[in-house]
C-alpha cells in the first residue's frame, strides 16, 4: 500500500513538472510574449529614391527616410516614430489574434541550416509594433524583397530571422491585412 502511495505521488509530481516543462518550451525561442499587433504597411518601394533625396528639405522628410529606409527606431525606447507612421504613408491595421500563431512560427528562434542574403537597398514598407498590456515591447521593420530585417525589443537572437521559409510565410500571412 505505501509503494502504491509513493508510486502515485511520483507520478503526480513528476506529471506536473512535465506540463510545466512544456509551457517552457513552447515559449523558448519566442521573441516576444505579446497580446496585441498593430500591422503597418506602405507602398513606398517605388519611391525610395525620392526618399533618399528628400531626406533633408524637412523634419518629416528626415523621419520619413529614417523609417523607410534607414535605422528609425534605433532602440525598443525609441517609440515616438509610431506617432508619425500613418503620416509619412503607412496605414495601419489591428492584427486579429487569429493571426498570431502565423506571426509566432517566424518571430522565435529556430536553426536553419540555409541562409540567404540579398545586396539590394533594404525599403521596411512593412512595420509591426508588438504590443503587452498597451505598452510597446517590441518592433519589427521589414523588407520582403530584400529579406531584411531590424527588429528590437527581444533578448532572443535574430540572425536567423525569415531564413528557411520565413519571410515568405510572414508575407502569406500579412498580405491580406495589406489589402485591407
Known amino acids: 500500500m505505501k509503494i502504491t502511495l509513493y508510486f502515485t505521488i511520483l507520478c503526480l509530481v513528476l506529471g506536473s513538472c512535465k506540463s510545466s516543462t512544456d509551457t517552457t518550451d513552447q515559449r523558448a525561442g519566442q521573441f516576444f510574449d505579446y497580446d496585441a499587433i498593430d500591422y503597418y504597411h506602405s507602398d513606398l518601394y517605388e519611391e525610395s529614391l525620392e526618399i533618399s533625396e528628400n531626406k533633408s528639405k524637412s523634419a518629416i522628410d ?29 496605414n495601419k491595421v489591428s492584427v486579429d489574434e487569429s493571426f498570431f500563431h502565423g506571426i509566432d512560427t517566424v518571430f522565435r528562434s529556430r536553426p536553419c541550416l540555409v541562409s540567404s542574403a540579398s545586396a539590394c537597398i533594404y525599403v521596411y514598407n512593412d512595420i ?3 504590443k503587452k ?25 535574430t540572425y536567423s530571422f525569415g531564413q528557411c521559409g520565413g519571410y515568405d510565410a510572414l508575407e502569406k500571412t500579412l498580405k491580406p491585412l495589406a489589402q485591407n
Open 133 to 157: 498590456e498597451g505598452k510597446v515591447i517590441g518592433t519589427a521593420k521589414i523588407c520582403f524583397g530584400c529579406g531584411a530585417h531590424q527588429i528590437k525589443g527581444t533578448e532572443v537572437g
Open 62 to 90: 528626415s523621419i520619413k527616410y529614417g523609417i523607410v529606409l534607414g535605422d528609425i527606431p534605433d532602440s525598443i525606447s525609441d517609440v515616438a516614430f509610431i506617432d508619425k507612421l500613418e503620416k509619412v504613408g503607412y
Open 128 to 130: 509591426l509594433i508588438f
